[in-house]
């Protein structure tokens, strides 16, 4: 073992100041404060609950809150509520301290106003009605608290006179006492945990039920525009199903012509009919529009297209494409014909689904037709070296 005492405080790992070891705190203050102290940090301000600072500390709960309490009578800690959140507890200068000669005053007066008072949040402890009338229970301070090592304390207990058979042992009673303590802190937490569920999920369902009534409502009203615009729909179809105008009948017998249906089939749809009615202004265009999707397309399309084409508002593009290289390629991509394309000696080379390869060059100013004819042929004309 060495002998050279360590002279550096900070090989200590504890170093506690003059004026705060000669300040007369008891060890369940010291402790307490010190732990206060360590949990603040650099913003001054320690957020511990009152339970795990006393499990950290050894003591118990009650003994914890009566220590927090003559600290911050004392002067030595501030707290800071927080409705919802743990209690902020800061350390406050050494000036704001009271004099030490007090300290013993504070525990006298808040002793007796704790015996005058009460706990209004818990019951008194009841004893057994075995124990003896002569034996009171021993003062607080004489008395090892929970967790606190006992090396060196003298066993008050073996001062005690022999218990008879007709007595309970006291340390029964002072379990009793402990069960008690536990129940109210319980119950006291679970009221606690009840207000605050009552106080903030009920406004939140009260307020879910009051938007889903709305949205019901609101579905109900929306509801019925629908069946009145079905009923206007389904009486429009009716009304050119009967008595269809000269212009209708033509674009009917042409989509009957195109589409490969009959013309009473088409009268029936109650789409077309309403797309018809709703749009007369792009059914011309829409027409021609459908022609050349005929004519151009690679799938041939249905009377969906037309329908939508309809309502769109949608025209016939140029029979040759427009634009720059983007838009072909676009254009080109959506018709399936172009697998990919890379650049080519300042031009750029196109590789069809097919294999066959040509010049962007080449290629532009030729008809959709003619690049679909190019993409479709079985034999592969590489023009591209």
Known sequence: MSKTAIKEKRELRLFVPSDLDDYGLDPFEFRLYAR??????????????????????????????????????????????????TTLR????????????RLQELRSSFTSAKNNRGNKNSTSPKFDSTLPPELTPLPLSNLTDEGIPSEGIPNKASSFPPLTPQHEPIGEGLEKMKQVVLHNEA????????????????????????????LLAEAVQSASPRVSRSKVRNESSTRIADCPSPRLTHVLEELAILVDEPVENLQANSNLSAAVEQYPDNVEGALLYFKQALVTWKNRPGLGLFISAVRKGSKPSPTKPGGGWKEWADEAKRRCLMEYSQSYNGDIAIYFVNGAQRLWSEVRSLSWSEIEAIAQTNCLEPNVA
Do not use: Y
């Open 187 to 214: 119950r006291s937490l679970s009221e606690h945990l009840t207000q605050l569920v009552q106080s903030t999920l009920v406004p939140i369902f009260s307020s879910l039920v009051e938007e889903a009534k709305m």
């Open 36 to 85: 206060i102290c360590r949990r603040a940090g650099k913003d001054g301000e320690a957020s511990e609950s009152v339970p795990n600072m006393a499990a950290a500390c050894h003591i118990t709960v009650n003994r914890a809150r009566k220590v927090l309490q003559l600290l911050e009578q004392a002067g030595l800690i501030e707290s800071i509520e927080r409705p919802g959140n």
């Open 90 to 101: 800061r350390p406050r200068p050494q000036s704001e301290w009271v004099q030490p000669q």
